[in-house]
């Protein structure tokens, strides 16, 4: 019988027993705020109980977002979106206890005009040749 009881508690995984659960989740954006007609990366890391932080994916996370979409971590705002700001809600998949809601502007002006090829190449100014004779 203890032979049974020793084989048993050397065979069961204790893998589980040293897991690091999720005490916290943050968002850390990399941008102040969001574009209209493109996908936004909406970062998320949580905190584990042994301090250090991991990257968080849609298989660990429920994205929630009621005026957009979401494609993994990606937020999808329409170009026709006429809102100032969107209100972002994350919750953890094995404890939707622990979630966060951020509200995040999106961008009202629009990018400016990307340089030529003949902007970047002359930096604006006319050429010289040294190769003259």
């Not at 050397?10 to 897991?19: C, I």
């Not at 998320?44 to 849609?58: C, E, H, I, Q």
């Not at 979106?81 to 972002?88: A, L, S, Y």
């Amino acid at each position: 019988m203890k032979k049974i009881i020793l084989a048993a508690i050397l065979f069961v995984p204790v893998s589980g027993l040293f897991a690091q659960k999720v005490d916290s989740i943050y968002f850390h954006l990399y941008t102040d705020s969001l574009k209209k007609g493109q996908h936004n990366y909406i970062n998320v890391d949580g905190k584990m109980s042994n301090g250090r932080w991991m990257p968080l994916t849609s298989k660990d996370i429920n994205f929630s977002c009621p005026t957009a979409s979401f494609e993994g971590n990606e937020l999808i705002i329409p170009a026709g979106f006429t809102g100032e700001k969107v209100t972002v809600k994350a919750a953890l998949k094995s404890n939707p206890a622990v979630w966060i809601e951020k509200t995040i502007w999106i961008k009202q002006k629009p990018d400016p005009a990307l340089p030529t090829r003949d902007d970047m190449m002359n930096d604006g100014k006319p050429r010289k040749n040294k190769n003259k004779n």
